[in-house]
């Protein structure tokens, strides 16, 4: 009996370290390599259609640990205000919304200043509820600040704001015709 005991006790010990061999970790290291990789992976990793689960674990990839995503804009009273959230935050307050109502944020142009290790990025933004809307429902610009360690690139803070009536975005900041 204690021998069938044994048995069926290694059995499911094998069974369970074949299946933690299963579980795959993703290698998001192409996402962090350039600045134009990290910021193409932030717009596709926050898009998709109703229904599309968000990558979150490459969302989080994308951040230093300390990284603040910041929104900024008019509250109801028509105050201009400032909210800081972790990356974490950000997740748990829009991740849902995201998921729900099905968001396409698309870079329309970008401005890069950069000195040393450290970056400073301009982008403009559209988005749209689906990947075939022709008409934006917001535009705005997030103002993305890196940093490259040497080995790989990790976006320190991300602020942003939405175009308004009162505040259009500037030309200098809008696609510019050839």
């Known amino acids: 009996m204690k021998k069938i005991v044994l048995t069926a006790l290694l059995l499911t010990l094998s069974f369970g370290a074949f299946a933690q061999d299963d579980v795959e970790e993703k290698d998001y290291t192409t996402n962090v390599a350039t600045l134009n990789s990290i910021i193409e992976s932030l717009y596709t990793v926050i898009s998709g259609d109703k229904g599309f689960k968000r990558d ?102 991300l602020l942003w704001t939405q175009e308004t009536e009162d505040t259009p975005i500037p030309e200098t900041y809008l696609p510019q015709e050839d």
């Open 56 to 157: 979150w674990d490459l969302f989080k990839h994308l951040f230093h640990k300390n990284a603040k995503l910041i929104p900024t804009g008019k509250s109801i009273k028509g105050e201009i205000k400032v909210r800081y959230l972790s990356v974490d935050d950000y997740i748990s307050t829009s991740g849902e919304w995201l998921e729900t109502n099905g968001f396409h944020e698309r870079e329309v142009h970008r401005t890069v200043e950069s000195f040393g290790a450290i970056t400073q990025v301009f982008s403009t933004y559209e988005a749209y509820k689906t990947k075939t809307d022709e008409v934006p429902f917001l535009k705005g610009i997030n103002s993305i600040q890196l940093f490259n360690d040497g080995t790989r690139w990790w976006i320190i803070n």
